[in-house]
């Protein structure tokens, strides 16, 4: 399931996010496989936020609502609407990380 940057559209796969790209952060090999086995609810705290922040990622409340990704030009904006459609969907389905990836697949988001 492809999810799309809310600033640059650049298509992701979920599951890439899920289980990918917290290896290209500056996490150790063992702290990235400690992140992997955290519940997806724990993924985001603050310290783990400001990790993927240093290598170019910024995300909703879940993993998979990508704000700011690494391929975003320098200085681009997050479109709001965009933004607030995918917040939205979180409050609905947040529980429901699947169901959320389906849905932002489904509007394109
Ligand atoms: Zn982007």
Redesign the pocket.
Known sequence: MDVH?S????PWDAHHLWHDAVFETGLTVEGAQTWCSLPRNQKLSDRYREEFRAVGWEFGQTLIN?V??P??PKD?QPNPERVQTKAALEDLLGDDQDGLAAAFEDYRL
């Open positions: 940057c600033t640059c559209n650049e990508v700011h990704c391929s975003c681009a």
